[in-house]
């Protein structure tokens, strides 16, 4: 079985440059999330999609960033335009509908952003 | 603001000992608990879930947790050099708004040494 898959693995932008990333939950999935790490940071939330709702976007950092599900498989998050500080790992997370403390969180490999 | 901290590391062990790596988090509402293993450039996995206080076992990883300290720990036995990894704590609250919500620390980078 596929793991969440994430595209592309890197990308270099100047900046003010649009970049839009996409996600691939597991098969089945519907809880889709999206986490931020930047340098030196810890891997912060984003926000979180259940099937094509967003449940909670309270992390997300600002109006450059937007995120759809559409249809409630794949996801993308599109920044716009892209600053400096924008700059880290973007790693997307899926998961079963909440059936308790059991629930697993499955990660992709991230996508990196650079900046520049 | 709900935070985890994680001894900063690097952790760096021969091969054959034990691997100590602790967190403590800030928010008493967490309720569920993970150590995820990064390799350099992958994605992170899970390799341990507690819930509750005390000791939860899986092959030569242990970890524990002591809500009332707000401690959660992992303990890596007979070490390998294939466990050389940044190793990431993670606290998530089990129902409200945050329902799902993981939040991580910085993570413990180890290398265990042939």
């Known amino acids: 079985e596929a793991g969440v898959t994430q595209f592309p693995s890197h990308s270099v932008i100047e900046k003010g440059q649009t970049v839009t990333l996409r996600c691939d939950p597991i098969?089945?999935?519907?809880?889709l999330y999206w986490y931020r790490r930047v340098m030196g940071k810890e891997i912060k939330f984003l926000l979180h999609?259940?099937?094509?709702?967003?449940?909670?976007e309270s992390g997300m950092p600002n109006n450059r960033f937007l995120a759809e599900r559409t249809g409630g498989t794949y996801s993308t998050l599109k920044v716009q335009p892209a600053e400096l500080e924008d700059s880290g790992v973007y790693f997307c997370?899926?998961?079963?509908?909440?059936?308790?403390?059991?629930?697993?969180?499955?990660f992709g490999e991230g996508s990196w952003l650079t900046v520049v | 603001q709900k935070e985890v901290e994680q001894n900063s590391g690097p952790l760096s062990v021969p091969e054959g000992a034990i691997a100590s790596l602790n967190c403590t988090y800030s928010?008493?509402?967490?309720?569920?608990f993970f150590w995820y293993r990064q390799y350099s450039g992958k994605s992170p996995e899970l390799i341990m879930s507690?819930?509750?206080?005390g000791d939860q076992e899986d092959g030569r990883f242990t970890a524990q947790l002591n809500k009332a300290s707000q401690y959660v720990s992992l303990l890596i036995r007979d070490s390998q050099p294939s466990d050389s990894a940044t190793y990431l704590c993670?606290?998530?609250?089990?129902?409200?708004?945050?329902?799902?919500?993981?939040?991580f620390g910085r993570g413990t980078q180890l290398t265990v040494w042939p």
């Open positions: 507690i819930y509750s206080n």
């Open positions: 997370a899926s998961s079963q509908l909440w059936q308790g403390s059991g629930n697993t969180i499955y």
């Open positions: 993670a606290a998530r609250a089990d129902r409200g708004s945050t329902l799902g919500r993981l939040y």
């Open positions: 098969s089945g999935h519907d809880n």
């Open positions: 928010d008493r509402g967490s309720q569920s």
């Open positions: 999609f259940v099937k094509e709702s967003k449940q909670d």
